[in-house]
């Protein structure tokens, strides 16, 4: 595997594209990344990503994008790319402890009734659904939001090989809804931060982890597990 550091030269992109990226836009982001890896089908994506907004020195939003990837090979040289790459295979350890960050599409299955195909939810909005209108911007409303997205990490970690010693903190909330270039209906998801500490508890299914991502939405800038070791 590889993780890389992607810098776009925005000079060089469309006006469309240039509005969009800065707003965030994960399907023109994937879009852009796919130039990185010109001998893959695109059938056959080989990468996951996320995106940030860089920050100057006095920690304020600069206003540029960069883009972290993850990949199953290393991006190839692009005009307007800046890439810094690295081969990523980290020596897991049961028991280790790793800060990690994470953006995620939490979802659940939402059964529709005998013979009838089950439907994906927004855990955060199922959440949301049983308080009355005028209580949804409510505080106890907002707990009950992130009680869900950290119970649907958690109820997963067992699987991706490690555990919670402490709630992760949840944040930046978002429903997004792209529009393909061909038009249609669009493609709705939404996305949620994850910050702080977990402890392998299968190095193998960790890695695969690292790998492949967590969750849905992967095409749109979700699912990659980001780690590092803290001091000791």
């Known amino acids: 595997m590889y993780l890389s550091s992607v810098r776009l030269d925005l000079n060089r992109l469309t006006r469309a594209e240039l509005f969009d990226v800065l707003e965030g836009g994960a399907y023109t982001a994937h879009q852009l990344l796919w130039r990185l890896f010109p001998g893959v089908p695109e059938g056959e994506r080989p990468f996951i990503f996320r995106q940030e907004m860089e920050e100057d020195a006095n920690g304020k939003g600069a206003g540029l994008p ?40 939490p979802t659940i299955a939402k059964p529709m009734g005998q013979g009838r195909r089950s439907m994906r939810a927004d855990v955060l909005m199922d959440a949301r659904y049983p ?60 996305s949620v931060d994850y910050e702080g ?16 991502g967590i969750g849905r939405a992967k095409a749109f800038g979700c699912g990659l597990l980001l780690l590092r070791r803290v001091p000791e």
């Open 131 to 190: 308080f009355p209108k005028g209580e949804r911007t409510s505080q106890a409303c907002t707990d009950a939001m992130d009680a869900a997205a950290r119970q649907w990490l958690t109820d997963r970690a067992d699987a991706f090989g490690f555990t919670l010693p402490v709630a992760p903190e949840v944040g930046a909330y978002r429903q997004h809804a792209l529009s393909k270039k061909e038009g249609g209906e669009p493609i709705r998801y939404s």
């Open 66 to 105: 960069r883009f972290y990837v993850g990949s199953v090979c290393a991006p190839e040289p692009v005009e307007g790319f800046e890439v810094q790459c690295k081969p990523f295979a980290p020596q897991l350890a049961k028991g280790e402890r790793l800060a990690f960050r994470l953006r995620a599409n």
């Open 197 to 212: 500490l977990l402890e392998v508890a299968d190095p193998v299914a960790l890695n695969e982890v690292l790998r492949h």
